[in-house]
């Protein structure tokens, strides 16, 4: 474990899990906690960034653009955030490094939030922003869809839609920390409560009914770990051995694979939730980035 990790775990197990349990969480005050920049809000040197009404965002190398006439390697991005909060924006610093790592363009797409527009708003908006890619131009054997936390979720619940409609599949997926069930029935849950330096199982269980609304929580679209996982492209999925998520993880990489799949799992020491965003100060965090655009470059042209 890196010092940097030592500090970052201590600073958010006593600043940021007390926040999150049910009897003192504050959407509004969360929001504005996570909508504060935390990254520039220049793109990188060589690269452009355009915004799209709605709050799309695409991060372009400069001089090309989407469907411009040749081949862009693309990753498609689902934020995390509970299906509650976060935005293209709040996530910049994780999308920018990901981005230029894999030498792709990348499409962050801002869905619509719980409470206000629960499951399967979300859905729908993911599988609408593919459609748009594939509107523009963009072949799907050069995109792979990618997120974190319920932004992972969100990218297995929208393969498995794509496949269900029968529309192409993209070349892969990379999946951080997903959050595939929202019923928390993972051994996990209850093991790793205390290791958690940001969550507790029961408020992913609050967070998961502001989302599911009236919706039975084991939706297989809403909790994609339950749905069908045969006929998927191959995934690569990180998470933590400390975290109470991580059996969505491991039981997800087995489920894939026992259905004919490929997933390569890769289970990290120690580290907090969804770390990968924190690529500003960890090491680990950005290791993995590196490792994720290898398999994004390894699948795309």
Not at 41 to 47: A, I, L, S, V
Not at 210 to 225: C, E, G, M, N, R
Not at 245 to 257: E, H, K, P
């Amino acid at each position: 474990m890196s010092w940097q990790n030592a500090v970052l775990s201590a600073a958010l197990r006593y600043g940021l899990k007390p926040r999150t349990a049910p009897g003192r969480f504050d959407l509004p005050g969360a929001r504005r906690l996570t909508e504060r920049p935390r990254s520039p809000r220049r793109p990188p040197p060589g690269w452009l960034l355009r915004g799209l009404p709605g709050g799309h965002e695409w991060l372009l190398p400069q001089a090309s653009g989407p469907a411009d006439g040749t081949v862009h390697r693309t990753i498609y991005y689902l934020h995390g955030g509970a299906y509650i909060g976060c935005s293209p924006r709040t996530h910049r610093i994780l999308t920018d490094r990901l981005a230029c790592e894999a030498d792709a363009q990348l499409y962050s797409l801002d869905y619509r939030l719980a409470p206000e527009h629960p499951f399967p708003a979300a859905l729908d908006d993911a599988v609408a922003g593919y459609q748009r890619l594939l509107d523009a131009g963009i072949e799907p054997a050069s995109i792979v869809l990618a997120g974190d936390s319920a932004g992972g979720g969100l990218a297995l619940a929208t393969l498995v839609a794509l496949r269900d409609e029968g529309m192409p599949l993209p070349a892969g997926a990379v999946l951080f920390s997903p959050w595939t069930d929202l019923t928390a029935s993972g051994e996990s849950a209850a093991r790793n409560n205390d290791t958690d330096v940001m969550f507790t199982a029961e408020g992913t269980r609050m967070a998961a009914s502001l989302y599911v609304a009236d919706t039975p929580a084991d939706h297989p679209l809403a909790s994609p770990l339950f749905s069908a996982l045969h006929g998927l492209p191959p995934l690569l999925v990180q998470a933590s051995d400390s975290e109470v998520l991580l059996d969505d993880a491991v039981r997800l990489a087995t489920r894939v694979r026992d259905a004919g799949g490929r997933a390569e799992l890769n289970v990290w020491t120690g580290l907090p939730h969804a770390w990968q965003i924190f690529c500003a100060v960890l090491p680990e965090a950005r290791l993995a980035l590196r490792q994720a655009a290898d398999f994004i470059r390894g699948l795309t042209p």
